[in-house]
């Protein structure tokens, strides 16, 4: 079985500040690890994703997050937050079953990011 | 361009009636995926297809069904066996093989009346 825990349901910050968006995942076998953004009425775009490769993962728009495994979290951060960045992240586990993969997505974080 | 389209953007239903969402990809994905989304919940998987013909209930099947006799389409059908059907319906595809990424669709977004 699999689950992601987003630790934090809603992100203020002001812009030009940093951005710490917190995930913890579990999973009984080696997973892939994705942070989606969707914009409001909008579809998922993928930020970034992490496949079993470099821990840490840079993805688009200046957002990037590290793997930790003895930690079990798939943070996302970036050094400083744009007013286009407001939306709501989802972290997402993937592990493929043999004949499938099967994602689980986080509840989802709503980030503010105010003037 | 390549990607995924869905439609109606917005759609409308009385109590009662049956409606089908569209759902059509032109990357050569051979998976597709539906999902729901309702506030603070996240995305749950209603149905999958992995090849032509073949198709998998998700967690929440029960009041939907679909079929995929393209690969690159995949409608869903809301019927009126589903109890609460007023939700943003997002539709997603992938390879198979590889990260496994999902490249989703703009949604369609279903209020019943």
């Known amino acids: 079985a699999q689950s992601v825990t987003q630790l934090d349901s809603h992100v203020s910050v002001s812009e030009g500040t940093p951005v710490l968006l917190r995930c913890n995942y579990s999973?009984?076998?080696?997973?892939?690890l994705f942070w989606y953004v969707q914009h409001p009425n909008k579809g998922l775009q993928l930020l970034l994703k992490?496949?079993?490769?470099?821990?840490l993962v840079k993805g688009i728009n200046g957002f990037e997050a590290e793997f930790k495994k003895s930690e079990t979290s798939f943070h996302l951060t970036k050094p400083s937050a744009h007013m286009s960045d407001a939306a709501e992240y989802f972290c997402?586990?993937?592990?493929?079953?043999?004949?499938?993969?099967?994602?689980?997505f986080g509840t989802g974080t709503r980030l503010q990011v105010t003037l | 361009d390549g990607g995924i389209t869905q439609s109606p953007k917005y759609l409308f239903r009385k109590e009662g009636q049956n409606v089908t969402l569209s759902c059509e990809q032109n990357?050569?994905?051979?998976?597709m995926y539906w999902y729901r989304q309702d506030p603070g919940q996240g995305l749950r998987l209603i149905y999958y297809?992995?090849?032509?013909?073949?198709?998998q209930k998700g967690d929440i099947a029960e009041g939907y069904s679909v079929s995929r006799e393209k690969k690159e389409s995949f409608p869903l059908t809301v019927t009126s066996a589903q109890k609460n059907p007023t939700a943003f319906y997002l539709c997603?595809?992938?390879?198979?093989?590889?990260?496994?990424?999902?490249?989703f669709g703009p949604g369609t977004r279903l209020t019943v009346l």
């Open positions: 997402v586990v993937s592990v493929y079953t043999g004949t499938a993969s099967k994602l689980t």
């Open positions: 992490y496949t079993s490769a470099a821990t």
């Open positions: 999973s009984s076998y080696s997973p892939s």
């Open positions: 997603a595809s992938s390879r198979l093989s590889g990260s496994n990424e999902q490249f």
């Open positions: 297809s992995q090849i032509v013909n073949d198709f």
């Open positions: 990357l050569n994905h051979d998976a």
